[in-house]
C-alpha cells in the first residue's frame, strides 16, 4: 500500500472543500447569470417594445389631431390658414411616419426576442403578437389612403368631398387605435409575466444557492469529519493504549489502520509493548533470582551496569537461621526446603520493604544492603535496623505456621535468627566474569556485618550492628552498646551495639536493665572489677535471660585468675569467625 502522509491528506481535505466550494459558487454564478440575462431581455426588448407601442398610440392620436385641426381651420376659414397649412401638412406626415417607425421598432424588438433562445419560452404568444402588428402595418396602408384623399380634398377647397371623407378617416383611426391599445395590452402581459417570472427565477436561484451552500458545506464538514475522524481514531487508541500501558497491562496490540506517519507511529508502538513483555518477562523470571530493582536497574539505568563499579558507604546485613544444623538433621530434604522457603520468604520481605536489596541466600542466611541509589544515605541505617527487627517477628510468625507446615504438633524445632549490621565503605558494583555477574558489595563492611552476625551467637544477642550503624539510627531505635571488640581479619576495634526496638517501643525494663548493663561496661573499662561484676550480677538477677551479661561475668572469672596488662584498653579479641 502506498504510504500517504498526513500532510497530504490535511492538504486533500483542504482541496476538497475549496472543490465542492468551488462547484457550489459556479452554480449560483450560473444561476446568477440566468437572472442577469433574463433582466437585460427585459430592459432590451420586452419594455423597449412596450414603449415603442405606447409611441404608436401616442402617434396615432397627434396625427390625428393635426388631420382634425387641418379639417377645422379649413371649416371655419380662420386668417391666415393659407400660410399654416404647409406646417400642419408636415405635422401629419410626421407623425405619420412616426407612427409607422414606432410599430417597425416594436415588431423590431419582438422579433428579436423571438430569435433569442434564452428567452421566456413565450415565443408563440409573441409571434401573435407579431401578427397583429403586421396587420396594423397593413392597416395603415389603407389609412394612408383616407389620409391621403383628405388631405387633397382640403387641397382643392371640395368641402362635400372632405365630409364624405372624414368619417370614414375616424372610423379607421378608432380601429387603430383599438388594435393598438390591444397590441399594448397583450405586450404588458407578456412583459409583466416576464417580470414576474425573472423575480421567481430569482427567489428560486436565492433558494437554491443558499440551500446548496448549506449543502455543500454540510458534504464537506462530514467528509473532513470523515478524514479527520480517520486520522484522530488511532491517535486515540495510541492514547488508551499508552493509558493501558502505564497501568501495568502489556496485552496491548493497537491495530495498524493506516500507512501514514500515525500508522508508522503505530508499528512503533506495538513493536515497544513487544520489548516492553520481553523487559517484563525478564523482570518476572529473574526477579526471583535477583531483586528487582537489580534487575530493572540493569535494563533501565545504565549507572548501574558500570564494570569498574565504585566506593559507597552502605549498610550491609546478614541474618543467619540460629539451629540450621540440627534442624536439618531432623527433617526430610521436603521439610526441610518447604521450611527454608518459608523462612526466606518471610525473612525477605521486610528487607524489600524497607528499601534493601538481597544480595544473596547463603544457606540459611540473608544477605542484604542500603544505600544510594536505592534509598538515602542518611536513611539507610534506620531502615536496615528497622528492617532487623521485622525479620525478627517475622520468624516468630513462621514458628506458629511450622505445624502446618510439618505436618506435626510435637517435637518441633526452636528456631531463632542471628543479625549483624554493619555501615561502611564497601565496592559495588556489576562483579562478576564475562559469562556470569552479579550486582553485589564487597569489602571489609560486608566481612564485619558477616562477623557481628557470628558475635550475636557468643554475646547470645538477636541483632547486633557497628558503631556507624548506631550513629544513623540512633534517633530512630533503642541500641545498648554490648562490648568494643576485635573480630577476626580487622585490625582496628570496633564498638557494637544490640538493637532493643523502636524507639518508644520499648519496655521500661529493659531500659533499665540496659542503662544497668551499660553502667558495668564503663565500670569494666575503667577496671573497677567488683563495680562492673556488681553490675552485670545484677543484670542476672533482673533478667536471667540476658546472655551478655553473663559473657562478662564469665570474663571478669578470667580476668581475676589471669590480670590484664597495663596496656589494656577494654578491647576483646574475637577469635571465632
Known amino acids: 500500500m502506498r504510504r500517504i502522509n498526513i500532510s497530504a491528506k490535511i492538504f486533500g481535505i483542504a482541496v476538497g472543500l475549496m472543490l465542492i466550494m468551488a462547484l457550489a459558487a459556479t452554480f449560483t454564478a450560473r444561476m446568477s447569470s440566468v437572472v442577469s440575462n433574463?433582466?437585460?431581455?427585459?430592459?432590451?426588448?420586452?419594455?423597449?417594445?412596450?414603449?415603442?407601442?405606447?409611441?404608436?398610440?401616442?402617434?396615432?392620436?397627434?396625427?390625428?389631431?393635426?388631420?382634425?385641426?387641418?379639417?377645422?381651420?379649413?371649416?371655419?376659414?380662420?386668417?391666415?390658414?393659407?400660410?399654416?397649412?404647409?406646417?400642419?401638412?408636415a405635422g401629419i406626415v410626421h407623425e405619420g411616419e412616426s407612427l409607422d417607425q414606432a410599430l417597425a421598432t416594436a415588431r423590431e424588438l419582438i422579433n428579436k426576442q423571438i430569435a433569442d433562445p434564452s428567452g421566456f419560452d413565450d415565443d408563440v404568444a409573441l409571434g401573435r403578437l407579431d401578427t397583429r402588428l403586421e396587420l396594423l402595418q397593413e392597416d395603415r396602408v389603407s389609412n394612408a389612403e383616407y389620409r391621403a384623399k383628405v388631405i387633397d380634398a382640403v387641397d382643392r377647397g371640395d368641402r362635400q368631398a372632405f365630409y364624405a371623407l372624414l368619417p370614414q378617416f375616424d372610423r379607421n383611426r378608432e380601429a387603430l387605435v383599438a388594435k393598438i391599445d390591444i397590441a399594448r395590452a397583450e405586450m404588458e402581459r407578456l412583459a409583466r409575466l416576464a417580470a414576474e417570472g425573472t423575480r421567481a427565477y430569482q427567489s428560486r436561484a436565492v433558494y437554491l444557492s443558499s440551500l446548496l451552500m448549506l449543502l455543500a458545506g454540510a458534504v464537506g464538514l462530514a467528509i473532513a469529519g470523515v478524514i479527520t475522524q480517520g486520522l484522530v481514531r488511532p491517535v486515540r487508541r495510541l492514547l488508551d493504549g499508552t493509558a493501558v500501558i502505564e497501568g501495568g497491562m502489556l496485552d496491548v496490540n493497537i491495530p495498524v489502520t493506516s500507512r501514514d506517519e500515525i500508522g508508522r507511529l503505530t508499528e512503533s508502538f506495538n513493536r515497544m509493548v513487544v520489548e516492553l513483555r520481553s523487559k517484563e518477562r525478564i523482570r518476572a523470571t529473574f526477579g526471583k533470582y535477583v531483586d528487582p530493582r537489580i534487575v530493572e536497574g540493569l535494563l533501565d539505568r545504565p549507572e548501574l551496569n558500570r564494570a569498574e563499579g565504585e566506593r559507597r558507604v552502605m549498610t550491609i546485613l546478614f541474618c543467619d537461621l540460629k539451629g540450621f544444623t540440627s534442624l536439618s538433621e531432623g527433617l526430610t530434604p521436603t521439610a526441610l526446603v518447604s521450611v527454608i522457603n518459608r523462612y526466606l520468604t518471610l525473612g525477605s520481605a521486610p528487607v524489600r520493604e524497607h528499601g534493601g536489596i538481597i544480595d544473596k541466600y547463603i544457606g540459611d542466611a540473608i544477605m542484604a544492603f542500603w544505600g544510594p541509589p536505592f534509598c538515602a544515605a542518611e536513611d539507610q541505617g534506620r531502615r536496615a535496623c528497622f528492617a532487623a527487627l521485622e525479620q525478627i517477628e517475622a520468624v516468630a510468625r513462621l514458628r506458629e505456621e511450622l505445624p502446618e507446615?510439618?505436618?506435626?504438633?510435637?517435637?518441633?524445632?526452636?528456631?531463632?535468627?542471628?543479625?549483624?549490621?554493619?555501615?561502611?565503605?564497601?565496592?559495588?558494583?556489576?562483579?562478576?566474569?564475562?559469562?556470569?555477574?552479579?550486582?553485589?558489595?564487597?569489602?571489609?563492611?560486608?566481612?564485619?556485618?558477616?562477623?557481628?552476625?557470628?558475635?550475636s551467637k557468643i554475646y547470645g544477642t538477636r541483632i547486633l550492628i557497628n558503631e556507624q550503624a548506631a550513629a544513623l539510627a540512633g534517633e530512630w531505635v533503642e541500641l545498648r552498646e554490648i562490648d568494643s571488640i576485635l573480630v577476626v581479619g580487622k585490625t582496628e576495634p570496633q564498638r557494637v551495639y544490640e538493637v532493643l526496638g523502636r524507639k518508644g517501643h520499648v519496655a521500661a525494663e529493659l531500659l533499665a536493665l540496659r542503662d544497668r548493663y551499660v553502667a558495668g561496661l564503663e565500670a569494666y573499662r575503667r577496671r573497677d572489677w567488683d563495680a562492673a561484676r556488681a553490675e552485670f550480677a545484677q543484670c542476672r538477677v533482673d533478667d536471667a535471660d540476658d546472655p551478655a551479661a553473663a559473657v562478662f561475668l564469665e570474663r571478669l572469672e578470667q580476668i581475676a585468675a589471669v590480670p590484664p596488662c597495663a596496656e589494656w584498653n577494654g578491647v576483646w579479641t574475637l577469635t571465632a569467625k
Open 405 to 455: 507446615l510439618l505436618g506435626v504438633k510435637r517435637n518441633l524445632p526452636q528456631m531463632s535468627v542471628r543479625i549483624g549490621i554493619a555501615t561502611g565503605e564497601v565496592i559495588v558494583g556489576d562483579i562478576g566474569s564475562d559469562v556470569t555477574k552479579s550486582y553485589t558489595v564487597m569489602g571489609d563492611t560486608v566481612n564485619l556485618a558477616s562477623r557481628l552476625e557470628g558475635a
Open 38 to 89: 433574463q433582466l437585460r431581455i427585459l430592459d432590451d426588448h420586452y419594455m423597449p417594445a412596450y414603449v415603442a407601442l405606447g409611441e404608436v398610440d401616442a402617434a396615432a392620436g397627434d396625427e390625428a389631431g393635426w388631420v382634425r385641426r387641418l379639417f377645422i381651420d379649413d371649416l371655419e376659414g380662420q386668417s391666415g390658414i393659407a400660410q399654416d397649412k404647409p406646417r400642419i401638412k
